[in-house]
């Protein structure tokens, strides 16, 4: 080192700067733990992205629906509604071709944004963003997120401010506060000194987040419709019915009235030649249900006109008079797991659920919401169970029907690595894997296994090497194993063992992978 006044010789200034670029890259090293969480991140944005878009395709069926209805009242927003989607695809789209981009410059055509081998490269993103072009793709973005902004505050009132201020936070491109008293750009907050797998994942944010309010601006778009717009133009008999579905022994029940009726001048209501009594405007029809099978009923309906005069309306009805039925169905199959929550729907025509009485020959059968949840007791697997229904029918509790169900074990679930059992897969890939997933291939429920030990095996120098994991995470002595390995060399993932959530364990079998 120099000295002093001395100045520093070339090497002396050459091993100085080799030394502030092993610090930097040091300082900037990611985990493969680390990356891999991005990566799951991205995956669960990705997802709700896709949430929102299939339901934003039913709040779009919902609006075509109702401009078909009526043209001319829902014309306008629902014209407002089109170009808003349009521009929320093309501002998506728009984000894809850049991931794709990113993708493509780091690793090749060949590879996506679902799968890629470049993700803890902290050029790419910065070079494409904010390099090249003098910023011009950031800048691109940011005008196109900034019209869309726009488009959408340009559809809501200004005095629906919770919606608008939404709309400005979710969307802003802004810069970041000053921090230490550095200020940051928005391009640099989202691409640079990051790996690319963060910043793909800040870009699917954008896109769920572009999603997010074109389903709130839409949804605000649908009900304006119908604001303030109360207004009656006809008067015409409504029936209303409790249920079409009577039990025998019990009675048919229904509400008759002019729609828009004036409740200070009742209607007079008969049916079969008798005038019904009158509550709240509204005849109560009531007809004992001896006979099984379908019934009609005829009347008239009178209310007074403006100018006094009674106008009159005949009105009918059908029903049916059934024997006492119950339907008893597992949401997800025919048959109960052991171990698990079995969601199952319980139901009874023409009576309401809170009178429905259910038990079970052994087990747990538990209320959640207006469904059950079915709890087989351990052990009963290959057994039977029963569900058994009643009801409280006006007062009388009377038994509906019971239905058997098979008792079955939770299938084993699949360990996986990257996805795959076998198979080629490339040595960095391999390399950037956490560790072993149970995964429930084809199976109903949202079960969750996790891993708790496996072995890692290999061929080294002609010898098997392998080397245990107490957990479903691969151990450094495990990673060692796998950067030694050479394309061509087989990987042997064995005596895998995983807990369900009845904290059984379970045999899970081998992985055997080729490296690439």
């Avoid at 793709?137 to 019209?147: A, N, V, Y």
């Avoid at 008239?300 to 008079?321: A, C, F, M, W």
């Avoid at 008792?407 to 890939?429: F, L, S, T």
Wanted: glycine share 6%.
């Amino acid at each position: 080192m120099s000295g002093g006044n001395c100045p520093e010789t070339p090497r002396q200034k050459m091993i100085g700067m080799m030394y502030l670029f092993l610090t930097a890259m040091l300082a900037l090293n990611v985990s493969g733990e680390l990356l891999n969480a991005f990566i799951l991140v991205d995956r669960s944005i990705k997802q709700a992205k896709e949430t929102v878009e299939a339901k934003n395709e039913f709040l779009y069926s919902d609006f075509a629906m109702a401009f078909e209805t009526n043209k001319k009242k829902v014309g306008d927003n629902y014209q407002k509604s089109l170009v808003l989607r349009d521009k929320a695809d093309e501002l998506v789209n728009h984000i894809d071709s850049l991931k794709q981009l990113f993708v493509t410059t780091a690793d090749g055509p060949e590879f996506t944004p679902d799968n890629y081998p470049s993700v803890s490269n902290q050029d790419i993103a910065p070079q494409i963003m904010i390099t090249e072009k003098g910023q011009e793709r950031s800048h691109e973005l940011k005008r196109m997120i900034k019209d869309y902004r726009d488009l959408l505050l340009s559809y809501v009132d200004p005095a629906d401010s919770a919606l608008s201020n939404n709309i400005n936070i979710m969307l802003s491109t802004e810069d970041p506060p000053v921090e230490d008293g550095v200020q940051k750009s928005w391009q640099s907050e989202k691409f640079e000194h990051l790996p690319l797998a963060a910043s793909m994942a800040l870009l699917s944010q954008i896109q769920t987040d572009v999603r997010n309010m074109e389903s709130d601006v839409v949804r605000y778009l649908y009900t304006k419709v119908d604001e303030g717009s109360f207004k009656f133009n006809k008067i015409e008999p409504l029936v209303i019915p409790r249920s079409d579905y009577v039990i025998q022994g019990d009675e048919y029940y229904a509400e008759i009235m002019m729609a828009a009726s004036d409740t200070t001048q009742p209607p007079v209501v008969t049916v079969e030649g008798k005038v019904l009594e009158t509550v709240h405007g509204k005849g109560i029809l009531k007809i004992p249900a001896n006979r099984l099978g379908e019934e009609e009923w005829t009347g008239t309906i009178q209310i007074k006109n403006p100018d006094g005069t009674l106008r009159s309306e005949s009105v009918s009805g059908k029903y049916i008079v059934s024997a006492p039925s119950v339907v008893i169905s597992p949401t997800k199959m025919n048959v109960f797991y052991e171990g698990v929550d079995n969601p199952v729907s319980i139901s009874v025509p023409g009576i309401p659920s809170e009178s429905i009485i259910p038990r079970i020959s052994s087990g747990q059968l538990l209320r959640r919401g207006s469904d059950y949840i079915v709890r087989p007791a351990n052990g009963s697997s290959g057994k039977e169970v029963t569900i058994s229904v009643s009801a409280d029918v006006n007062g009388n509790t009377r038994v509906l029907g019971r239905q058997n169900f098979r008792i079955r074990r939770v299938p084993d679930p699949v360990a996986k690595v990257n996805n795959q059992r076998e198979g080629a897969i490339g040595r960095n890939i391999l390399l950037a894997q956490m560790g072993i997933v149970a995964d429930m291939e084809n199976f109903e429920f949202d079960l969750q296994f996790k891993v708790t030990e496996f072995t890692v095996a290999t061929i080294r120098g002609g010898y098997v090497v392998d080397a245990k994991s107490n957990s479903n995470l691969f151990t450094d002595e495990q990673k060692e194993l796998l950067r030694g390995t050479v394309r061509g060399q087989r990987v042997y993932i064995q005596d895998i063992q995983a807990v369900g959530p009845d904290g059984r364990r379970r045999s899970l079998g081998s992985i055997i992978l080729t490296v690439d």
